[in-house]
């Protein structure tokens, strides 16, 4: 039997770790703080859905690159196979939304079958998915060689709906926070998740076949990057094969500003989401204090380096 506790908790306590989970949505609110303070009228329904509207599929690339890091592995294939599902998106979804379909879930397959490839040949999953954007940037071509293509009325209006109290992107942020904390910290296989990237052995003694987990865990992160090509392409309305190379650095940055760690098992889906609307609030935050988008590489590093700093000194405090 799995024992949750051998892979739940880590030395250090409780407290550091309360302060250090904190320091994201303490940068965040910082941040919403200035923005506020420059301009007033962001603060309200329109304007907070302005802010927030590309964040969200951000948000969703951050949680499938948290899913891949959670077992130890990183995916540098992600900003290329979320612009190829733009790509398929604006090309087919429209004309032939069985093909759009029968397509993405063959992607899904494949994002799976890369688990394999890497747990089977024993293979650098950094050396695998350097490849794989190379892939999907290459299929991603094929279909559009430039951007262009149109995103479906119905997915487009979909992403103005204006649900009641807050907007769009606020209630997708909690839903991802919460479907994300439950499946991964409250269930049983999230134990299972988790364990598969901190003892694998432990995990394979225990009973679990590692390669199964590891299936699971990449066509789950294959998923939610089909959602964030999805929505992005509902966004822009259109797609475009280098509309996303960013976020294969943001999302694994959204990671780590969240509470993530590279050695796998330490992961918090409520952190990653608050760490991918940091970055993306950057943006936003150079416009309004008039500063060229230029900084906005520098500006998403320096908020990655205070917050990792501020963790450093939290943790270094004995209780």
Request: proline letters at 7%; charged letters at 5%; glycine letters at 10%.
């Amino acid at each position: 039997m799995l024992d949750p506790a051998a892979f739940v908790h880590r030395p250090g306590s409780v407290r550091a770790e309360h302060l250090s989970a904190a320091l994201p949505a303490f940068a965040l609110a910082v941040m919403l703080g200035i923005i506020f303070w420059i301009q007033p009228r962001a603060l309200s329904y329109f304007g907070i859905n302005l802010l927030l509207n590309l964040s969200v599929p951000l948000i969703l690339a951050a949680m499938a690159q948290m899913l891949i890091i959670s077992l130890g592995d990183i995916d540098l294939s992600i900003g290329s196979f979320v612009g190829f599902v733009t790509c398929v998106v604006a090309v087919f979804l429209a004309s032939a939304p069985l093909l759009a379909a029968a397509i993405l879930l063959a992607a899904i397959g494949v994002y799976a079958g890369t688990a394999m490839l890497i747990f089977y040949r024993s293979l650098p999953s950094i050396v695998v998915t350097l490849g794989m954007s190379f892939v999907w940037l290459g299929l991603s071509l094929l279909i559009l060689p430039s951007p262009g293509g149109l995103a479906p009325d119905w997915l487009t209006g979909l992403l103005d709906a204006k649900p009641p109290l807050l907007p769009l992107p606020v209630w997708i942020a909690v839903l991802a926070a919460a479907c994300g904390h439950w499946a991964v910290m409250r269930s049983s296989y999230g134990v299972v998740l988790r364990g598969a990237g901190a003892n694998p052995k432990a995990v394979a003694r225990s009973g679990w076949s590692l390669v199964r987990v590891r299936v699971v865990v990449y066509a789950a992160a294959g998923c939610l990057a089909v959602l964030a090509g999805i929505v992005l392409s509902a966004i822009t309305t259109s797609g475009d094969p280098n509309v996303a190379p960013a976020y294969t650095l943001l999302s694994i940055g959204a990671v780590i500003l969240g509470g993530g760690s590279f050695t796998g098992g330490i992961i918090s889906p409520v952190g990653v989401v608050i760490g991918a609307m940091t970055f993306s609030l950057a943006a936003s935050l150079l416009s309004f204090l008039q500063l060229p988008p230029v900084w906005q590489t520098g500006a998403q590093g320096a908020i990655l380096f205070l917050v990792l700093a501020g963790r450093v000194l939290v943790q270094g405090r004995k209780p």
